[in-house]
């Protein structure tokens, strides 16, 4: 079992920065392949960014977040994070952190489908 609790969301104006932590609870933290999710009210979640539970190069991003947004992962503070650069108004939404056991390869990363486990959500809002 995995307890997932986000935080670090707020307002910011749009071309500003927000870094969003995700604290996971459990000992096997770092068996876990991790995710960061956002969703707008009357859209599906989406698939924002992951990482693998080793790091490194196995770390995966949407199209539309590339080259703004960096996952990365602290496995000793059992802890996952997700910096936010350059961000747009677009990127207003609730950002939900996930959890899966085992290694995934990028398809399987982006699939609400593969994790087992979610946190409540941190709101993000970017003002224009």
């Known amino acids: 079992q995995v307890q997932l609790v986000e935080s670090g969301g707020g307002l910011v104006q749009a071309g500003g920065s927000l870094r969003l932590s995700c604290a996971a609870s459990?000992?096997?933290?770092?068996?876990?392949?991790m995710g960061w999710f956002r969703q707008t009210p009357g859209k599906e979640r989406e698939f924002v960014a992951a990482i693998s539970w080793s790091g490194g190069s196995s770390r995966y991003y949407a199209d539309s977040v590339e080259g703004r947004f960096t996952i990365s992962r602290d496995n000793a503070k059992n802890t996952v994070y997700l910096q936010m650069n350059s961000l747009k108004p677009e990127d207003t939404a609730l950002y939900y952190c996930?959890?899966?056991?085992?290694?995934?390869?990028?398809?399987?990363?982006?699939?609400?489908?593969?994790?087992?486990?979610w946190g409540q959500g941190t709101q993000v809002t970017v003002s224009s």
């Open positions: 996930a959890a899966a056991l085992g290694y995934f390869g990028e398809d399987k990363s982006r699939s609400l489908k593969s994790y087992n486990y």
């Open positions: 459990g000992h096997t933290f770092s068996s876990y392949h």
